[in-house]
C-alpha cells in the first residue's frame, strides 16, 4: 500500500465491507482517541468490540480481554497500541482468523504490514477511521 490511491481504495473497500470492529486498545477514557474513535464509529452505524485486558466495559460494550477471547468470528481488527506492539497484534489477528488490520493515524509497523499481508489480510496503516469516514462519507 506505499501508493496513496491504492491505500485509498482498500481503506473505502474495508468502509464498505464490514459493519463490526473490533478495536484492540480500546480505552474507557472519554479524552482518548482509543474511546473517540469507537464511540464515533458506533454513532455512525459499527457495531464495537473492544479489547482491552484492563476494562469491563468501553462505549457500552462488553470488552474481552484479548483478541483470542472474543467468541465470534474477527473481521476489521483496528489497532490503537504503540508500533513496537503491532506485529503481536498482527499475529494475534491472523490466529484469531480477521480478515483485515488497520493501524490508526501514527503507527505503523513493517512487521505488522508483512505478517498480515502474507496472510492475506487488507492492511491499512497510519490512517484514523474517523477522518476515512468522513472524506468518504460511508456510513453503515
Not at 472519554?30 to 468490540?49: D, F, L, S, T
Request: charged share 25%.
Amino acid at each position: 500500500m506505499g501508493n496513496r490511491a491504492d491505500t485509498d481504495a482498500v481503506v473505502e473497500e474495508i468502509l464498505r465491507s464490514y459493519d463490526t470492529i473490533t478495536v484492540v486498545g480500546a480505552s474507557a477514557d472519554p479524552a482518548k482517541a482509543a474511546n473517540e474513535v469507537p464511540a464515533y464509529m458506533q454513532k455512525h452505524g459499527w457495531r464495537i468490540i473492544p479489547v482491552n485486558p484492563h476494562a469491563d466495559e468501553i462505549v457500552g460494550e462488553k470488552v474481552y480481554r484479548s483478541l483470542a477471547q472474543v467468541p465470534e468470528q474477527v473481521g476489521l481488527v483496528d489497532v490503537f497500541r504503540p508500533s513496537a506492539d503491532c506485529a503481536d497484534v498482527a499475529r494475534a489477528a491472523v490466529e484469531a482468523g480477521a480478515t483485515a488490520l488497520w493501524l490508526q493515524l501514527g503507527i505503523t509497523s513493517p512487521e505488522a504490514r508483512r505478517i498480515a499481508t502474507d496472510a492475506g489480510l487488507a492492511y491499512v496503516e497510519d490512517r484514523c477511521l474517523i477522518i476515512e469516514q468522513r472524506r468518504t462519507g460511508i456510513a453503515r
